[in-house]
């Protein structure tokens, strides 16, 4: 048996550029067939929802208090919600960051002023997983001149929901570089999204924390929601929608 999670969804509490509830988006979710949910709203550098003025602690907890609130809702629906983020690394270009809780922000304060060679590091230390979302993607807010720091990351996001064909192609080009693990994210900010359903990854058993998201992640031979299509392997003519 598979069970399909979707890797990549904002909360309008943690993400300035969402639109729903942690709570709301867990039961859009739900309702749409999946078993859980990563929460990847974005981090400090990004387009974040929690106010940057805050002592580190409270700012750390804002991002786990959104959730909090999604696994609530979660749990009343036998669900699975994980907590993750978006690590904006510079230029607009951006790392999903998987495996790692509210311990270990708290116990590394100096993230804003470490490199993210650095940064990365310790989220390999302790567990964690890397991957690098929409490494093609083009919009006003990204520099496209800007590194791609595919050297740091553990995978890319080869299919995004919210991304055009030919940067998802770009994206499957990319992954055959080296040996990265895939994944497929929706990107979605709002849980009357059309496009929930057309992305994810299937895991051959039910996870419920971050540690077992990332060892599933590292240990498991995924398939995927491409398009609103289960497939087994990642290909060029999956990703003309």
């Not at 510079?90 to 590394?108: A, W």
């Amino acid at each position: 048996m598979e069970y399909l999670y979707e890797t990549h969804c904002h909360s309008r509490q943690g993400s300035l550029c969402a639109f729903s509830t942690a709570a709301e988006m867990v039961r859009a979710y739900a309702a749409a067939g999946y078993a859980g949910l990563v929460l990847t709203d974005h981090f400090i550098f990004g387009n974040t929802a929690v106010d940057r003025n805050l002592p580190w602690k409270e700012r750390m907890q804002g991002y786990y208090d959104a959730y909090l609130d999604g696994k609530r809702a979660g749990d009343a629906l036998d669900f699975d919600v994980i907590f993750g983020f978006e690590h904006q690394y510079g230029g607009g270009k951006e790392m999903l960051i998987y495996g790692i809780g509210l311990d270990f922000l708290l116990s590394n304060p100096d993230i804003p002023d470490i490199p993210v060679d650095e940064f990365v590091a310790r989220v390999h230390a302790a567990g964690g997983v890397a991957i690098h979302a929409h490494p093609y993607r083009k919009r006003y807010y990204i520099q496209m001149d800007s590194a791609t720091r595919m050297d740091l990351v553990d995978g890319l996001e080869v299919y995004n929901a919210c991304n055009y064909p030919n940067e998802n192609q770009l994206a499957l080009t990319l992954s055959q570089t080296g040996d990265f693990l895939l994944t497929s994210g929706g990107d979605i900010h709002d849980c009357a999204d059309p496009r929930i359903g057309r992305a994810g990854i299937y895991l051959p058993r039910r996870v419920s924390t971050e540690q077992e998201f990332a060892r599933a992640l590292k240990e498991c031979s995924c398939a995927f929601q491409v398009a609103g299509r289960h497939v087994d392997t990642l290909r060029m003519e999956d990703l003309t929608e």
